[in-house]
């Protein structure tokens, strides 16, 4: 029999709840998961809510598992495939849509917001969402696809060029996927962090100094370190604005005429198209952009609490989660 799913059912509070298992629509595939990725979106899920949350939910958006079943619309996946699922499902008509940005679509609906995601024994996800996992790829490494999935749309929407000079704002697993991914297309990354334990294990330097960034990402939740990053921008520099703010932090101070005088540039990203799903599974399997030394911790869906709790105290890089697992991977 599956084990519990997890189920947040108001801000605050989630439950193990056994949910049936039910067979897939007719464009739809359902997923054993083998691993679910969490990250600190997962706790503010739980915690504080988040604007695209429907309640209630499963959450767990990056997932990666084996094919159960198919629906009768279904071609381009069969049972027994090893799939990750892109976490959208999007309509393919509206104007973003068709410009190529589906993860602005109108009706984008999320997997883990508002529909059921990975943090159960099985998913049902649109067909048009699964990405087939590149042969000899292990499930641990290829759940990375959707935080560097969400980096890479981060460095497009930056116009990143080979030798440029990247400022990263942030430790985690965001701030190290972005300056893998950033070396990996020929520019040059600084990690910038003040936690010197953080520091220590990214690489990184506490403070830009005197240096000036082409592009500079913030990935942190911090109104200190956006400022710091638009202080530290070069002439025509690029600020990607890839990390939310708390609605008091909403609305910062900014000089237009540093904007206007320089002739810089603030850029949004939020989230990732299905295209850098594709993109991110060949660069982690090919080897470009190596992930394995970033999984600090291996815990079963059942210890969701304590690896919340690890998340919230950034006492780890990446934790995965086993639905089927019962006992500590270690």
Same mark, same amino acid.
């Given at each position: ?19 049936? !298992? ?19 979106? &997962? ?93 000899? !790829? ?16 981060? !460095? ?52 830009? &100094? ?13 109104? &200190? ?6 202080? +530290? ?26 904007? +206007? ?70």
């Amino acid at each position: 029999m599956p084990l519990p799913s997890v189920r947040v059912v108001e801000i605050g509070r989630f439950e193990f709840q056994e949910m049936p !298992l039910q067979a897939p629509g007719e464009d739809e595939v359902l997923i054993r998961v083998d691993v679910t990725g969490l990250c600190r979106t &997962d706790l503010k899920i739980v915690q504080v809510g988040h604007r695209d949350l429907v309640l209630p939910r499963v959450p767990g958006e990056e997932v990666v598992g084996t094919v159960e079943a198919v629906g009768s619309g279904v071609r381009q996946c069969k049972p027994g495939e090893r799939v990750y699922v892109y976490p959208g499902m999007w309509c393919g008509q509206c104007p973003a849509c068709r410009a190529g940005a589906e993860n602005l679509c109108r009706q984008m609906q999320i997997m883990g917001f508002h529909r059921d995601g990975g943090f159960a024994p099985y998913v049902s996800v649109p067909a048009q969402s699964v990405i087939p996992v590149p042969e000899g !790829l292990k499930a641990d490494e290829a759940v990375f696809a959707e935080p560097l999935s969400c980096c890479l749309n981060a !460095l497009e929407r930056a116009s990143l060029q080979a030798g440029e000079q990247i400022g990263i704002w942030g430790a985690g697993p965001a701030g190290t996927l972005l300056a893998r991914a950033a070396r990996a297309r020929g520019a040059r990354p600084l990690k910038i962090h003040p936690d010197r334990h953080r520091r220590e294990v990214i690489g990184g330097v506490a403070t830009a &100094d005197g240096r000036r960034f082409d592009v500079a990402v913030v990935a942190v939740g911090d109104l &200190d370190a956006y400022r710091e990053a638009l202080g +530290h921008l070069a002439p025509r520099g690029r600020l990607v604005v890839f990390s939310g703010l708390t609605p008091h932090d909403d609305r910062p101070d900014v000089s237009f005429n540093q904007l +206007h005088y320089m002739e810089q540039t603030l850029v949004g990203a939020y989230g990732c198209c299905h295209r850098h799903g594709q993109e991110a599974l060949a660069m982690i399997a090919d080897g470009r952009v190596p992930v394995a030394d970033m999984v600090s911790h291996r815990l079963p869906l059942s210890q969701l609490d304590a690896a919340l709790t690890l998340v919230a105290q950034r006492a780890g890089m990446k934790i995965l989660l086993y639905p089927w697992q019962e006992e500590t991977a270690g």
